[in-house]
């Protein structure tokens, strides 16, 4: 069982900043962030392997980075220049990577690739 904790959520005026906090117990996961807003499905917003290769939604590009810290069992997400539509809950997710070739492979950024999920922590982004 792999236990994720988030934390860094709150509420902050359109153009502010945010940093959001995953704690992982190893390293060697697949890390990702999705958020849902009301009434709206869950979506990728960031992820990044243990290569930290990473991909970012269209919605996160140019706006948000995601990191995880030297040992590789901290996963952040630095959201700046906030929208009030960038409201959400936003959860953590993580999932064992595959083997191939000898290379640590991640899925793609999706709903269904990820079976370990925080709590979520919610982030308001008032206008």
């Known amino acids: 069982q792999v236990q994720l904790v988030e934390s860094g959520g709150g509420s902050v005026q359109a153009g502010g900043s945010l940093r959001l906090s995953c704690a992982a117990p190893?390293?060697?996961?697949?890390m990702a962030w999705f958020r849902q807003a009301p009434g709206k499905e869950r979506e990728g917003v960031a992820a990044?392997?243990?290569?930290?290769?990473?991909t970012y939604a269209d919605s996160a590009k140019g706006r948000f980075t995601v990191s995880r810290d030297y040992a590789g069992n901290t996963l952040y997400l630095q959201m700046n220049n906030l929208k009030p539509e960038d409201t959400a809950m936003y959860y953590c997710?993580?999932?064992?990577?595959?083997?191939?070739?000898?290379?640590?492979?991640?899925?793609?950024?999706?709903?269904?690739?990820?079976?370990?999920w925080g709590q979520g922590t919610q982030v308001t982004v008032s206008s």
């Open positions: 190893h390293s060697s996961l697949c």
């Open positions: 997710a993580a999932v064992r990577p595959t083997v191939v070739g000898g290379d640590w492979r991640c899925p793609p950024m999706a709903l269904d690739q990820y079976n370990y």
């Open positions: 990044i392997d243990m290569y930290t290769r990473i």
